[in-house]
């Protein structure tokens, strides 16, 4: 009967992955002002940053329920993997969790496993496309679980945004003690611990210099790329990641290299003009 991933919106998926015909969405909701928008395909991201600018307030997300995930289990797969936004950035982990309980506590018809990315965005979509990998090559559940686990702790998050404002008025910053200021234009560069905790790595005068760090800061933890997937989602700023990728690949040779635009809960967050960067 197959084999089905699920992936939070925060994760993107590229035409690569959707072309599979076994990944699905499952969509968080956006608050901006008074009104609700559903992250899932209908998210216009020109008018979302349109609102979210003249709005007086400080956008909130909000994961999906429980019911939102059994809903989605109830298909013909028997194998059902899904990732999630870092657990410590969100509660969409833990709303899959109580959906996966829930929905065992009635059948006993699928194997389903519900994993923590500790990362987001593309850092899910890689993980969903080592899921594919291995269950293309024929493993087991067990093991398909395994490589993805083994994947997703030598995997490396890293990010640059115009403004961190979003993400600390969120709370999504709780853990660090300072950020350079908004006044000097001091981007700091930011990553993701191994528990899946958002840190700061670096910081540079200027958006430029601050790429530039952040793809220094990955080739210094990462090592050999050769066999490593480069991925790379922006917020509007199409000209600025190609403009990374370009000084990733003058450095480092990779196994592949996308680019994708970042989807609701990852525009809420990366704002206007953010780069993320995952191998």
């Not at 072309?19 to 216009?44: A, K, Q, R, Y």
């Not at 500790?118 to 890689?126: C, D, I």
């Not at 989602?233 to 990728?245: D, G, I």
Request: glycine share 6%; aromatic share 6%; hydrophobic share 40%.
């Amino acid at each position: 009967m197959g084999y089905k991933i699920l992936i939070d919106s925060c994760g993107e998926i590229p035409q690569s992955l959707m072309s599979t015909g076994v990944v699905e969405n499952i969509p968080l909701s956006i608050m901006v002002e008074d009104e609700t928008i559903i992250d899932d395909e209908t998210f216009d991201q020109k008018s979302f940053l349109e609102k979210v600018a003249k709005s007086k307030n400080c956008p909130k997300s909000a994961c999906p329920s429980p019911e939102g995930y059994m809903k989605a289990f109830e298909c013909e797969a028997d194998r059902i993997y899904v990732v999630t936004l870092s657990s410590k950035l969100s509660g969409s982990y833990n709303s899959a969790v109580l959906g996966k309980n829930l929905y065992e506590e009635e059948y006993s018809d699928k194997q389903i496993v519900v994993l923590d990315s500790k990362s987001a965005s593309v850092g899910q979509t890689l993980i969903a496309m080592k899921i594919v990998e291995a269950e293309e090559a024929g493993l087991s559940f067990e093991e398909v679980i395994a490589k993805a686990e083994q994947f997703r702790e030598e995997e490396h998050t890293y990010f640059v945004l115009e403004s961190l404002e979003t993400l600390r008025k969120n709370g999504r910053l709780s853990n660090l003690k300072a950020l350079a200021a908004d006044v000097l234009n001091i981007k700091p560069v930011m990553g993701a611990d191994p528990d899946g905790n958002i840190v700061q790595l670096d910081k540079a005068r200027g958006m430029k210099k601050a790429l530039d760090k952040m793809v220094t800061q990955m080739f210094k933890n990462v090592g050999n790329t050769e066999e490593k997937v480069l991925a790379i989602s922006h917020c509007n700023c199409l000209e600025r990641a190609e403009w990374v990728k370009e000084l990733a690949l003058s450095k480092g040779t990779f196994k592949d290299c996308f680019i994708v635009d970042t989807r609701g809960i990852s525009s809420l967050y990366a704002n206007d003009g953010g780069i993320i960067m995952v191998v």
